[in-house]
Antibody
Framework: QVQLVESGGGVVQPGRSLRLSCAAS????????LHWVRQAPGRGLEWMAL????????YYADSVKGRFTISRDTSRNTLYLQMNSLRPDDTAVYYC???????????????WGQGTLVIVSS | EIVMTQSPATLSVSPGERATLSCRASQSISSNLAWYQQKPGQAPRLLIY???TRATDIPARFSGSGSGTEFTLTISSLQSEDFVVYYC??????????FGQGTKVEMK
């Protein structure tokens, strides 16, 4: 079955960097677009970034553009989110997620990881 | 950016009754709309995609309708496990893929 397992969260000071990882299994990794979605404590869902199934297109929310970078390593079946210049309002649970349909970007999000908590605080 | 507006923010319903949740897009998104359910402490779960297609293993009491800018999620007979939060999301015009702010279904 499809599994997405995030890691790399923790407490980090404002202005510092953190890299999240998402280990994927149970599907053909390079056939699906992958997202990062976050949820601040007690708040709703906020889409952050997407990398296309081929890995040649990346898209970002304005709130993280220029600070966050999404990438994927097909040899390791792993998705990454490099987060730089972190701010207190980046505090959230970060979910990696997989699109419903293979080979397309325009699709709903079907599978979600369990999330990893990032706390940005001095 | 397409803004998704869900109403009401909180819906109070008795077990066994019908719940109707609304989602409005700031511009037409065709049928490129999904509904997700989120239980406390858990990741979201896809319920509906393409505005009206139930995802795998989703009970038939969940149904979606609408197109363009107005969408509805109906839960025909609320079970105890359905009293949680629901989000709509558009994937027609991106980036960003935008979510509604959520509707909490609470027990009356």
């Amino acid at each position: 079955q499809v599994q997405l397992v995030e890691s790399g969260g923790g407490v980090v000071q404002p202005g510092r960097s953190l890299r999240l990882s998402c280990a994927a299994s149970g599907f053909t990794f390079n056939r699906y677009s992958l997202h990062w979605v976050r949820q601040a404590p007690g708040r709703g869902l906020e889409w952050m970034a997407l990398i296309s199934y081929a890995g040649n297109n990346e898209y970002y929310a304005d709130s993280v553009k220029g600070r966050f970078t999404i990438s994927r390593d097909t040899s390791r079946n792993t998705l990454y989110l490099q987060m730089n210049s972190l701010r207190p309002d980046d505090t959230a649970v970060y979910y990696c997620a997989r699109g419903l349909k293979a080979g397309v970007v325009v699709t709903a999000i079907q599978h979600w990881g369990q999330g990893t908590l990032v706390i940005v605080s001095s | 950016e397409i803004v998704m507006t869900q109403s009401p923010a909180t819906l109070s319903v008795s077990p066994g009754e019908r719940a109707t949740l609304s989602c409005r897009a700031s511009q037409s998104i065709s049928s490129n709309l999904a509904w997700y359910q989120q239980k406390p402490g858990q990741a979201p779960r896809l319920l509906i995609y393409g505005a009206s297609t139930r995802a795998t293993d989703i009970p038939a009491r969940f149904s979606g309708s609408g197109s363009g800018t107005e969408f509805t999620l109906t839960i025909s007979s609320l079970q105890s496990e359905d009293f949680v939060v629901y989000y709509c999301q558009q994937y027609n015009d991106w980036p960003p893929w935008t979510f509604g702010q959520g509707t909490k279904v609470e027990m009356k």
